[in-house]
């Protein structure tokens, strides 16, 4: 899911996938701005086949915390 | 699929969505110029000419959506797009040093306002200009259905970074990214998941009560909608001029008040769009009786991707962002809904939104060219600020030309200017809709709303109007 994750981040930002961690966070760490965030959201949601809350969503700050949240709806 | 075209075959594409909805603004009774872009780029630098017309035939080669061309098919009517190799071209150039300001303005508006052989033809023209006090660059105007600003934006920093390697050795900027590649990944949209997605989204949206039409002069064209109509609880508009002709009167906010907007949105986490957008669709409530419910059209770049952001061409769409707010929200309340609402919008931008402002028009009976928004709305992040921090300190100015037509009735957009950083507010009008004393009125209220919502965002929305 990390690898799928970063394949998906990596269209967004210009960051090399090896330093993407689930630690990293999106805007300090990966440069990501808030439009960024919720159109990587989208390709995320139907790639992972998830439904997102675009309020609940946004407390995610890391990609762990994404993966997570992508976890959580999967079950 | 191929086609041949004047004896040579291509490969065409069908229009985007995006594209489409350009178009329709061409439909909606105006005429071809409206849809050209008109911008000038100029650098306070000796310029040598050779090397930028050099510059320039590169950046066109680099960039497909500068080589478009579209193609009627004589049997079925279809429009379809495609790309023509790169030829090298001879950039005139123009010597304008000993012009009075103005009359370049008129000038280059005038040629903005020469529309192209949309079929067929080629779709840009770029020409070398020398202004007073030193200024050298280029101005080009381009059709609509090939670029939109965001393309303009990084059309234009290409051609100077290439430039500047090739005059001043900096390191060459890396390659544009494929506008068809672009045009072949919305392809891949129709049908997919995603847009099963987006579809339910905008499907939910059109499930909720009919939206109120907001106009930024107040109720009274609403009022004499329903009188025309026999019908007193019309809630849709219809803004539309006759022959699109327009104009543009933009107002610049200083750095210092600027300051203040950027550090509001980074002290509580907004972003500048939904500040300025709440500020808006206050003065809306306020010019029409404190009305709960508000729509403005959001207009989104679709740039978030490496890609999308260096593939030229246009990716523009446009939604309605409604807000239902009682007067008592309080400030940081309304900022946070709206940018709520535009974070959903963002991720189900990529629908087609003819089909939403259509569905709207069907469900609620609206007539053609129908609406519930009165203003157009986009805030424009990227700038060429950039630009003129890479030429350390040469002083840079953009201008941007009108065609004398105007898309849409009430087009507001804010920009950063790339000398200061100060927000520019440009207000697109269209003449039979607006004058610029309406414009004078709107901007005004607009600054006052913003600036007393910045120093009281507990303030509730009903406090903020009254101290308006």
Redesign the interface.
């Known amino acids: 899911m990390l690898d799928k994750m970063k394949e998906i981040i990596t269209q967004y930002v210009e960051v090399d996938p090896d330093s993407i961690t689930t630690e990293s966070r999106f805007i300090e760490d990966l440069g990501f701005n808030s439009y960024d965030i919720m159109c990587m959201l989208g390709d995320a949601e139907s790639e992972f086949d998830v439904n997102i809350d675009e309020e609940e969503i946004m407390k995610c700050k890391t990609v762990g915390d994404l993966l997570d949240y992508f976890g959580g709806q999967k079950k | 699929m191929l086609k041949n075209i004047g004896g040579i075959n291509y490969e065409c594409y069908p229009l985007t969505s995006a594209q489409l909805l350009n178009l329709t603004n061409i439909k909606e009774g105006t005429t071809d110029e409206v849809e050209n872009i008109g911008a000038g780029q100029y650098l306070k630098m000796d310029i040598n000419i050779a090397a930028l017309r050099e510059a320039l035939n590169r950046a066109v080669e680099r960039c497909e959506s500068m080589r478009l061309r579209l193609w009627k098919d004589p049997d079925t009517g279809e429009t379809w797009q495609y790309v023509v190799p790169y030829q090298n071209e001879y950039f005139e150039y123009y010597d304008f040093s000993a012009w009075k300001e103005e009359s370049i303005n008129d000038t280059l508006n005038k040629w903005t306002s020469q529309p192209f052989d949309t079929f067929g033809g080629k779709l840009s023209r770029i020409v070398i200009i020398t202004l007073p006090d030193g200024y050298n660059g280029f101005y080009y105007n381009v059709h609509h259905v090939c670029m939109d600003s965001s393309s303009v934006i990084a059309f234009t920093k290409d051609v100077i970074e290439i430039y500047c390697s090739l005059f001043y050795g900096m390191p060459y900027p890396k390659p544009m990214s494929s506008y068809l590649e672009s045009v072949k990944k919305d392809m891949q949209y129709e049908g997919?998941?995603?847009q099963q997605?987006?579809e339910e989204y905008w499907q939910k949206q059109l499930e909720l009560p009919e939206p109120m039409y907001t106009d930024y002069t107040g109720p009274g064209r609403l009022m004499q909608l329903r009188k025309d109509n026999k019908n007193k609880k019309q809630k849709w508009g219809l803004l539309a001029s006759s022959d699109g002709k327009g104009n543009t009167i933009t107002y610049e906010l200083n750095v210092e008040s600027t300051m203040k907007i950027m550090e509001f949105a980074k002290q509580y986490d907004l972003?500048v769009s939904a500040i300025i957008l709440h500020a808006i669709r206050t003065v809306l409530a306020k010019f029409n009786n404190d009305s709960t419910d508000v729509t403005i059209t959001d207009l989104v770049s679709?740039r978030?991707?490496?890609?999308n952001k260096k593939c030229g061409g246009v990716r523009m769409h446009a939604f309605p962002l409604r807000t239902i707010m009682p007067m008592n929200t309080t400030v940081l309340e309304s900022m946070r809904l709206i940018?709520?609402t535009q974070?959903?919008l963002?991720?189900?931008?990529?629908y087609d939104p003819l089909k939403v402002f259509g569905g709207l028009a069907e469900k609620f009976g609206g007539a053609p060219g129908s609406t519930y928004a009165s203003v157009d709305f986009t805030y424009q992040?990227g700038t060429l600020a950039a630009i003129g921090e890479s030429l350390k300190g040469i002083a840079f100015k953009s201008r941007w030309y009108s065609s004398g037509k105007q898309p849409k009735p009430m087009y507001i957009t804010a920009m950063h200017r790339p000398s200061d950083g100060g927000l520019n507010f440009f207000f697109g009008y269209q003449t039979e809709c607006a004058s610029p004393e309406e414009i004078e009125f709107l901007y005004y209220f607009t600054g006052r709303v913003l600036f007393r919502s910045i120093e009281n965002p507990d303030k509730t929305i009903k406090e903020i109007i009254d101290m308006t």
């Open positions: 997919s998941k995603k997605r987006d972003p679709r978030s991707t490496l890609d940018k709520k974070d959903e963002f991720v189900h931008a990529d992040p």
